[in-house]
C-alpha cells in the first residue's frame, strides 16, 4: 500500500532534532510521497533543503500563510511567492486562504493575499491548498467567484457540513483534506465524511498539528496517515486498500505527480 501525505509541515522546527529520521519512517511505513506547504519566505530555504534531501518523495508548494499577512510584509511575501514560483520547481500554490480564528481584524487583508494568490496560481495553472479556519464561507465564496478551468484544489483540513462539501464538489477539480480531525471522538466529522464519496478526498497530516488518536496530545508526524487511512476506511466501510488506492490516485490527478 502507498499513501501520500499531502500537507506536512516538516521543515517545522518540532522535527529539528530528528526530522530525517521522521521522513524515512514515514517512508518505510508506505507514505511514499509527501507535500510541504510554505508558510512565509522565513520557512523556503528550510523546506526546500528537505525536498533537495529526499527529491522522490517529498515536494514543496509555494505560498503565504494567511496566519502571516500584515500590512508590513505583505508586499515583501507576495513578491517571494511570485518570485519562487517563476523558477517552476513547485507542484502547487499553497498553504493560502483565510484564518478568522486567531484575529477577525485581518479579513480584508488576508482576502487581498488569498486572491492575489488565487491569480498566480491560475496563470501557472498550480493547484491551491487552501486554509479555511474558521472561515470556510468567506474563502469558497471567494473561490466561487474566481473560479474557471484553471483553477483547482484542496480546502485543506476540511471539517465542514455535508452542504459545505458539496458547495465544494460542485466547484469542480477541487477536492476535500481528510486529517487527523477525523479521529477525534466528539468531532462529528465521521458523519459527514461517510456522506462524502471517496474519490473527492486526499489525506493530510497537517504534522506536526492536528495529531491523530490514538496519538493526541504528540507530535503529529507524516507516518500518522495509516491511522487517518484506517478510520476512513471504517467510516466507509471498505479496505484500507482501497482508501489508499483512491485517495493516491486524487492527489496524484491534483498534484501531477
Known sequence: MKFIDTH????????????????????????STILLPNISSKYTKGMLKICNEFPKNC??????????????????????????LAKGKYIAVGEIGLDLYWDKTKLE??????????????????????????SFAEAVEIIEKLNDEN????FHCFTGSVED???????????????????????????????????????????PYLTPTPFRGTRNESKYIVN??????????????????????????LFGL
Open 109 to 134: 487583508i488576508q482576502k487581498k493575499a488569498f486572491i492575489h494568490q488565487i491569480e498566480i496560481a491560475k496563470k501557472y495553472k498550480l493547484p491551491i491548498a487552501i486554509h479555511v479556519r474558521d
Open 165 to 207: 462539501a458539496q458547495r465544494v464538489i460542485n466547484l469542480g477539480g477541487f477536492y476535500l483534506g481528510v486529517g487527523g480531525v477525523l479521529t477525534f471522538k466528539n468531532s462529528g466529522l465521521d458523519k459527514t465524511i461517510a456522506a462524502i464519496e471517496l474519490q473527492y478526498l486526499v489525506l493530510e497530516t497537517d504534522a
Open 8 to 31: 506536512s509541515h516538516l521543515y517545522s522546527s518540532e522535527f529539528d532534532s530528528d526530522r530525517i529520521l521522521i521522513i524515512k519512517e514515514a517512508i518505510s511505513n508506505g507514505v
Open 151 to 154: 483553477l483547482r484544489g484542496v
Open 228 to 253: 487517518i487511512a484506517e478510520k476512513l476506511a471504517e467510516v466507509h466501510q471498505i479496505e484500507i486498500e482501497d482508501v489508499a488506492k483512491i485517495t493516491t490516485i486524487n492527489a496524484k490527478k
Open 59 to 84: 515536494f514543496p508548494m509555494m505560498g503565504l500563510h494567511p496566519c502571516d499577512v500584515n500590512k508590513d510584509n505583505i508586499d515583501h511575501e507576495l513578491f517571494h511567492v511570485e518570485q519562487e
